[in-house]
């Protein structure tokens, strides 16, 4: 099937809450075009140099979301144009989002990254850390630097059950920050591989990028 179609498969199937991110790592310029053209206008990139040339060579109604691991010193490039900042994984991190959102003078919103699996991934916090984070003077302070939702990637298994423990448990982390009065709207969970079992557990952004754009080949 063409991207076009992908776009419209996965969409058609969608409940009318969930998000779709289209992650168009590594995809060349065309690619997006072509997704754009079929109406998709977010895009999720990890790196930060790609998403600024992406950035310019495509129109400016396209929402660009980090979904990658981030570090502190490259928030300033991306800082004036990127929508949402998906895995925030420090107070380090959002001190230096806070700094480039003053500079430039706009909000930035930003979701926590939770470590939900298993796996020994790098990234993401723990929930102990979310809520201290969230409940902090530091962050309370802030005027830029806007937390509005969880992030998490769920083991990569076929053992279905762990993966829908995985994002039930960040859903419930999700509910009890929520609850907080934290003004918490965004969860994002689910991939190519994984996205029903996270809508079915609760999540409203899912993130594809193999099921729209085919599989990567990484370097
Ligand atoms: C690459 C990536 C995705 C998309 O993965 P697919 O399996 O190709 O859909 C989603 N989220 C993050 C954080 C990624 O790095």
């Keep these: 099937m063409s991207i076009a179609e992908n776009i419209n498969s996965i969409k058609s199937g969608l409940p009318s809450h969930v998000n779709l991110v289209a992650v168009s790592k590594t995809k060349p310029i065309e690619d997006l075009r072509v997704a754009y053209d079929a109406g998709q206008r977010i895009f999720g990139e990890n790196k930060v140099q790609e ?6 060579q495509l129109p400016h109604d396209i929402q660009w979301h980090m979904i990658g691991h981030l570090q502190r010193n490259k928030v300033k490039y991306i800082a004036e144009f ?32 939770l470590k939900i699996a298993e796996e020994d991934s790098k990234y993401g916090m723990s929930f102990e850390t979310a809520n201290e ?3 902090s003077e530091a962050y309370n302070n802030m005027s830029y630097a806007n ?20 994002f039930k448990y960040l859903k419930t982390c999700y509910d009890k920050l929520g609850a907080q009065d934290h003004k918490l709207e965004i969860l994002s ?19 594809i990028g193999s099921h729209i754009f085919g599989s990567r080949n990484y370097n």
């Design 51 to 56: 998403m600024v040339d992406k950035y310019g």
């Design 82 to 113: 990127v929508t949402l900042i998906h895995a925030v994984d420090s107070l380090k991190l959002l001190q230096e989002i806070e700094k480039q959102g003053h500079k430039f003078q706009r909000k930035i919103n930003c979701l926590l990254q």
């Design 133 to 135: 984070i969230l409940n």
């Design 147 to 166: 937390i509005v939702g969880l992030m998490g990637m769920a083991t990569f298994t076929e053992d279905e059950q762990v993966i829908h423990d995985e």
């Design 189 to 207: 969970m689910g991939m190519s591989g994984d996205y029903s079992i996270a809508i079915s557990n609760g999540s409203n952004m899912i993130r």
